[in-house]
């Protein structure tokens, strides 16, 4: 069986959350595998929200900008093609208000 995600969406108290429940029980019954990712859960496949995107320049000026934080953000950048990502949700998260929000 080939990957596959399914999305649950939906206003504030619809159910998406009980959905989503149901769906992975039904699919673990049925034998096949499966896994739950809530919103707010860091490891969310299909969540953008706590992301940067950035260019070459516009990553460099950024460690020029926080030289406190050049280790960090280097190691923790992710580059595909000509594009730099930084999960600056999950750095927060890890560091709290040693991490400047800016």
């Given at each position: 069986?080939?990957?596959?995600?399914?999305?649950i969406?939906?206003?504030?108290g619809?159910?998406?959350t009980?959905?989503?429940?149901?769906?992975?029980e039904?699919?673990?019954?049925m034998?096949?595998?499966?896994?739950l990712?809530?919103?707010g859960n860091?490891e969310?496949?299909?969540d953008y929200?706590?992301?940067?995107?950035f260019k070459?320049?516009e990553f460099?000026?950024l460690?020029?900008?926080?030289?406190k934080f050049?280790?960090?953000l280097?190691?923790?950048?992710?580059?595909?093609?000509?594009?730099?990502?930084?999960?600056?949700?999950?750095?927060?998260?890890?560091?709290g208000s040693?991490?400047?929000?800016?």
């Amino acid at each position: 069986m080939k990957s596959k995600l399914v999305l649950i969406e939906g206003l504030p108290g619809f159910g998406k959350t009980t959905t989503a429940q149901l769906v992975h029980e039904i699919l673990t019954e049925m034998n096949l595998k499966s896994q739950l990712f809530l919103e707010g859960n860091l490891e969310h496949p299909a969540d953008y929200d706590g992301v940067a995107r950035f260019k070459k320049n516009e990553f460099d000026e950024l460690l020029s900008t926080h030289e406190k934080f050049k280790d960090l953000l280097s190691h923790r950048m992710i580059k595909q093609g000509d594009n730099y990502f930084l999960e600056y949700r999950k750095i927060k998260n890890e560091y709290g208000s040693s991490f400047p929000d800016e």
